[in-house]
């Protein structure tokens, strides 16, 4: 079995910055593509940032030149470093993994979630 610990929310004033981490374990063989989602109150949950195997990465509008997807696969970590801050990027970020696992290649996991608040 495997799973996915997102750590790093907190809370900020407006224009700082906050890293959040993403740490796979268990009977992992590899990490495909990896996502952050963010769900603020009363919204549907949103895409935030992927990036691919092979390094490829995308961002919703909103987060285009302030957040930094990034990952470390000999640490089975990815990671999201969001500088800029405002307190529309409040919400409860969510890592999503694609793994290849001893049980199955291709499993699609998701994390419980890392609260993070943005005060203006």
């Known amino acids: 079995q495997a799973q996915l610990v997102e750590s790093g929310g907190g809370l900020v004033q407006a224009g700082g910055s906050l890293r959040l981490s993403c740490k796979a374990s268990g009977s992992i063989y590899s990490i495909n593509a990896m996502a952050w989602y963010r769900q603020a109150p009363g919204k549907q949950r949103e895409l935030v940032a992927a990036i691919t195997s092979d390094g490829s990465t995308n961002y919703a509008d909103s987060v285009k030149g302030r957040f930094t997807i990034s990952r470390e696969n000999a640490k089975n970590t990815g990671y999201l470093q969001m500088n800029s801050l405002k307190p529309e990027d409040t919400a409860v970020y969510y890592c999503?993994?694609?793994?290849?696992?001893?049980?199955?290649?291709?499993?699609?996991?998701w994390g419980k979630g890392t609260l993070v608040t943005v005060s203006s």
């Open positions: 999503n993994a694609n793994l290849d696992t001893v049980i199955r290649n291709g499993m699609n996991y």
